[in-house]
């Protein structure tokens, strides 16, 4: 059991702050992050920490959400290290809404806070005093301080402490709480629940540390973050913290006691004090005054107010004859009862994995101060239609397993425990069942057409950091903290399982070996001569059957949905790559990424083309000065012998006019291509699983993985990669269409002039690739024919899908111009650090000629932004070349 960490952790986790009866939460919206980071080195200190566990003076906390820590500067991939639910925020997708019930009138929509109408919320403060004067003058003080710091106050949101530690409806509240292993003692060992539960950074219920967000130590050169110890040096940003849901639920105090009284009067004929108070209490599981159900099944008991051992299965109560199975206590905490089997340790051990730590206070006066039931229901519309409600707050450490579960399997389930149709009685969401079973012996009394009685006025999900954390977040914004930062948490969790690493192993082995296969090139030249251009036929055959009519033109895109966001996952992927890789050294491209050379060449548009043809760059005879970079596959940089086989060629030529998609480069035209005629992966979509493979140190499952395979594109890889023996000697095809003028779509691809073939050397060097062009070009100049092909049947010949090569008897490839490499020498430490500064971007291009399809697409961000991040690590400015060095 790992110690927990008290001076570092927010006080708010640890304790309910029982004795600070005046609380107030204030959502302020930052508007200058400077001015907030400021203010927050002022206030960090201020926070109650878990050292001072019940504070009896005056204490403020902090809780951030996800847009308030973009705002705050914290580097990119922590960002990405916070679960999906948070950063994707409470009311961030309709996805959310339905789990969480928030829907039709409790819709984000609908909220006064929190939601898409309401303005953002960046922080939380929480501030807490012994007295309602001194919150007031916690409040003045802060607001006067907080005003002036780029912060402004979105919401005040109140409490009010009622009668007895009761909750509007007029019982006790915050009784039962899961009790923190290493922190509380309980005589019931299963009310114990592992602190990971509740915190980040320790063990938690499946024995796993919840994922933290983490940062890079480049982005902490003070550390003043703790370490974490399982991956490889990252920073934890997240140890001591957890996540805070905020829900303001309204409640109708006299709506729930009319229900109660006309369902009474219903089932009996008559309404009795006794008789209403009995069946609210089955629909809480406890009295009043707090004592529970099971063990108080016939009245109040004050002796048993603060009761919390009991178990529903164990102490008689399997059948909820005393406390309904569907009673509120007992939806959001079963205890014992969980399916398979109740009564068991596993049934306790399942039920600890949803537990949350509740903070909420009530907000708004009590309808009657009595508190008495009987006062509610006299109480007039003047009194019933004012505000109040649960100010509910929970700390979990993951939210989907936790809050997010409790809300939708067992709260708003209309199943819950083979119940029908019928929720949460209190607070359930009616469309998924409106009943109420109360079992009973002989004979259950089951009600119907339960009212709403809490709706939601407005809520966040919030990050509660640790004190290291916030301050930490005071700091000045880190060096790369906007956009790019260090390898992602969940790389570093998945390297711990065992699985991954004998996918690792056998990935390895399968890698070693189609290496080794590849040292007997004299074999694999005769093989291919026999079968390549069978087996592709054969492959292309399969997939052409695949092909279906979408009822697209020519040129005619599809774009597909999500592709946006895969876009922003692969570079995601890519830029941790660089960061994990080349955090100490020079960085290179995330792929494509050995540089064999970078020569300089002459790009010559042919005499005479048919009028069809001329169009963009092809438009007249001329001659374009170019840089070309032969280059290998990556990720990283190899002895050329252990490249996967596949190279990459990208051209750009220069003192191209015409309209552009980027600022940054004003007059070149790229083109990039592969010496295989269909690319890795077909999609955007099958590229990002690639990607996770890659990053993984898995790549080839990505293609033999039997339950997601890639066979066929393995195939065409495989026919395709092999040791080469010179780059030049290679042709190269641009795998994904481009857009020609206006309506037509081609491919590219470049075929050399001469037909060599030579040998890989028997006991080759490290950059023998490099070494064979050098001398090629010490010799003679190089030519490739460069061809167009011209996309005829937009069924045969897709845009979408990048496996498909598009058939020569539906279109001919037409030799439009000619690459002249002239003789030169190259090989020096100017040139390779000049390459590396060249970002080639088939999005550098005019308009006539830009990427389509998906890949095409998708490319236009993950290489604008992973070059960024290149010449950011090697503190390297881009350039545009204009030909003035030839
Ligand atoms: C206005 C809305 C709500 C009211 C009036 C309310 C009322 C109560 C009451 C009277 C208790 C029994 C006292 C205690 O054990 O502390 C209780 C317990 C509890 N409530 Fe709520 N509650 C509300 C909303 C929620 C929500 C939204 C959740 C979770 C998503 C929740 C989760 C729990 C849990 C986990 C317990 C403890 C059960 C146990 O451990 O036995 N409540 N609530």
């Known amino acids: 059991m790992s110690q927990l960490e008290f001076n570092d952790i927010q006080g708010i986790i640890l304790s309910a702050y029982g004795k600070l009866s005046s609380a107030c939460y204030l959502c302020l919206a930052i508007d200058d992050a400077d001015s907030a980071r400021d203010w927050l080195r002022d206030v960090a200190d201020e926070v109650r920490l878990a050292k001072d566990a019940a504070p009896e003076v005056a204490s403020m906390n902090l809780a951030f959400t996800y847009p308030g820590l973009q705002k705050l500067g914290l580097p990119f991939q922590t960002l990405k290290g916070f679960s999906a639910e948070f950063q994707e925020g409470m009311a961030g997708s309709d996805y959310r809404s339905a789990i969480l ?17 309401n303005e953002p919320v960046d922080l939380l403060l929480m501030l807490f005093a012994p007295t309602d004067a001194g919150l007031d003058g916690l409040m003045r003080a802060h607001r006067s301080r907080f005003a002036d710091a780029g912060l402004r106050e979105v919401k005040q949101l109140t409490s009010t402490p009622l009668p007895d530690a009761k909750e509007h409806f007029g019982f006790r509240d915050g009784i039962s709480q899961p009790k923190f292993s290493g922190a509380t003692q309980s005589r019931d060992a299963a009310q114990v629940v592992k602190s990971g539960e509740f915190l980040l950074g320790y063990e938690n219920e499946h024995g796993q540390e919840t994922m933290s967000p983490m940062v890079d ?52 004929g008559d309404s009795n004090a006794e008789a209403r108070i009995g069946l609210a209490a089955k629909m809480v599981g406890r009295w009043p005054g707090g004592a529970p159900l099971t063990c108080a099944p016939e009245r109040d008991d004050p002796t048993l107010a603060q009761e919390n051992e009991f178990r529903f ?11 309904p199975i569907g009673a509120h206590i007992r939806r959001t905490n079963p205890r014992d009862s969980l399916a398979p089997k109740p009564g068991s340790k596993s049934s306790l051990a399942i039920n600890r994995r949803h537990r949350l730590l509740r903070r909420g206070r009530p907000y708004g006066e009590p309808l009657d101060e009595s508190m008495s039931p009987d006062a509610f229901l006299a109480s007039d519309d003047a009194q019933a239609n004012a505000p109040r409600g649960l100010q509910f707050l929970c700390v979990n450490a993951n939210l989907s397993r936790q809050f997010e579960f409790v809300q939708h399997a067992w709260i708003n389930n209309g199943h819950f425990a083979g119940l029908q149709d019928e929720t949460d009685p209190l607070l359930g969401d009616r469309g998924n069942g409106a009943g109420l079973t109360i079992p009973g012996s002989p004979a259950r009394t089951r009600f119907a057409g339960l009212p709403r009685f809490v709706s939601l006025s407005g809520g966040a999900y919030f990050f509660l950091p640790g004190a290291r954390a916030l301050r930490y977040l005071a700091t000045a914004p880190r060096i790369l903290a906007s956009e790019y930062a260090a390898p992602a948490p969940p790389a570093v969790y998945l390297a711990a399982s065992i699985w991954l690493r004998v996918a690792r192993r056998v990935s ?16 694999r030249r005769v093989i291919d001569r026999l079968f390549q251009r069978h087996i592709v036929t054969f492959v292309q055959y399969l997939l ?17 949905q999500g592709e946006g966001e895969v876009a922003q996952r692969i570079t995601e992927h890519m830029t941790q790559f660089l960061f994990k890789h080349y955090r100490e050294g020079v960085a290179e491209r995330a792929g494509n990424t050995k540089t064999y050379g970078l020569v300089k060449a002459k790009f010559e548009v042919l005499p005479g083309l048919d009028a069809s043809l001329r169009v963009g760059i092809f438009k007249e005879e001329r001659s374009y000065p170019a840089w070309v970079r032969f280059g290998g596959p990556g990720p990283l940089v190899t002895p050329d012998i252990k ?3 596949i190279m990459s060629l990208g051209i750009k030529l220069m003192g191209v006019e015409g ?21 890795t992966t077909p999609t955007v979509f099958e590229n990002l699983k690639l990607q996770r493979n890659i990053g993984r140190g898995t790549p080839v499952f990505y293609f033999l993985n039997p ?18 023996a010179n780059p030049l000697e290679a042709s190269f095809w641009s795998c994904v269409p481009y857009l020609f003028g206006t309506g037509c779509a081609m491919k590219y691809s470049l075929k050399p002039q001469i037909d060599i073939q030579s040998h890989v050397p028997w006991r080759p060097s490290d950059n023998y690739l490099r070494e064979a062009m050098v001398s090629s070009l010490a010799a003679q100049e190089w030519r490739f024919d460069f061809f167009l092909q011209m996309q005829t049947d937009p069924v045969r010949m897709p845009i979408e899908n990048s496996s498909v090569i598009w058939p020569e008897s539906l279109s001919p490839q037409i030799k439009v111009a000619t690459l002249r490499i002239p003789r030169q020498t190259f090989d020096n430490d100017e040139q390779l650090a000049f390459a590396r500064k060249l970002s080639f971007n088939p999005w550098h291009c005019i308009r006539e000629h830009r990427p389509l399809g998906n890949q095409g697409r998708a490319r236009k961000h993950i290489y604008n932004e992973t070059s960024k991040v290149r010449q950011r690590i090697n503190a390297e400015e881009r350039i545009e070349p204009t030909g003035a060095e030839f």
Not at 230 to 244: M, T
Not at 313 to 323: E, K, M, P, V
């Open 659 to 679: 309209e552009r998609f980027f600022d940054d480069e004003r007059s070149t035209q790229d083109f990039t291509a592969i010496s295989a005629p269909t690319f």
């Open 217 to 268: 130590p480049i982005e902490d050169r003070d550390s003043i973050l703790p370490p974490h110890t399982a991956s490889g040096g990252l920073h934890d940003f997240g140890r001591n913290g957890s996540y805070l849901v905020f829900r303001q639920l309204a409640q109708d105090v006299r709506g729930l006691w009319r229900w109660i009284d006309d369902s009474v009067r219903g089932s009996s």
């Open 508 to 523: 390895n082995v399968l890698e070693a070996s189609i290496r080794f296969t590849r040292r007997f090139t004299r074999t």
């Open 643 to 645: 490249n996967n086989g």
């Open 707 to 724: 339950f997601d395979s890639h066979f066929l594109d393995a195939i065409l890889q495989g026919v395709y990669a092999k040791a080469h």
């Open 544 to 560: 052409q059957r695949r092909l279906r009519d979408e009822g697209l033109a020519i040129a005619e895109e599809q774009i597909m």
């Open 101 to 117: 019930g928030d829907i039709d009138k409790n819709a984000p929509a609908e909220w006064e806070w929190g939601g898409p109408k």
């Open 313 to 323: 299965h164990r102490d008689g109560d399997a059948d909820g004859l005393r406390c």
